[in-house]
């Protein structure tokens, strides 16, 4: 059977490392801060900013809560926005995506001020990433390469393939697979010869949004498998993107779901925010 990659042990021990280094900065009087924004009441998105403002209050972190309207307009945020980018107090700040349709998601992402943008989704933030440059990296693959060091895994020279090519996931999991000296292979849903791409692969990391797609086939065997997917199955239990039973009887270690790749993206995003006040506070 393989190594079970323990996300909730590995997150527990962030957040730890996170809630002493902030009771040593509010010591010497500092306080870190973040903002989050929702607009509209999706209720996925009520238990996302939810769950992040509990990390916040378990690790010391103070957080500002702005919930608008779901007919709040783009200029009414985007000011909000400046407001808070102004605001000496606000270290960090997360706008709770997604955004009603009226409003254009690329435009108030382009409005965080990068050091502001814990999420790490602003283009300055991603083409810092690309070029080796310092800046906030997106949670969820952050959290990913901390699974791999934090349980031993060798990153460096490693066959990396994943599977996926979102902004979010797919993109800067590939460039932070590079930054660690894997060589890299992107696969989508264009890619031919996909279960050939992927069992070529050492380190098999897996963002396509589809339930249980990855079976066996598409797995070398011994190799460590990242599942970052998580959706219902049919009995309405949580599962990846991974067949988890039949891929177990091949590779070397695995992420489960629950308990894998998701508990590390709040820990990460707790991370950015002690990031986010600056390295002479810290
Ligand atoms: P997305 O839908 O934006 O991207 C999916 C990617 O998979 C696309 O790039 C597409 O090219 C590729 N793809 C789709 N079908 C494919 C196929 N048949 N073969 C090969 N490639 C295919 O999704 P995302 O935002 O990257 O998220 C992926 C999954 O991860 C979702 O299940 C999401 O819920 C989950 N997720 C989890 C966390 C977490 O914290 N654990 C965070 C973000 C996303």
Redesign the pocket.
Known sequence: MPQIIDGKAISARIKEELKEKVSDMKAEGTQVTLAVIQVGNDPASSVYVGNKKKACEYIGIRSLAYELPEETGEDELLSLIEELNEREDVNGILVQLPLPVNIDEDKVIAAIRPDKDVDGFHPQSVGSLCIGQPGFVSC?PAGIIQLLKRSGIEIAGKECVV????N???KPMALLMLRENATVTV???R?KN?KEVAKRADILIV????PK?ITREYVKEGAVVID????RDEHNKLCG?VDYEDVAEVCGWITPVPGG??PM?IAMLMNNCVESVGPEAR
Not at 163 to 166: A, C, D, E, H, T
């Open positions: 969820t599977i996926g090519r979102s979010i996931v797919g696969a989508h849903s890619t996909l963002a396509v949004g589809k797609m970052v997917g998580i959706h993107d790749v998701g993206t």
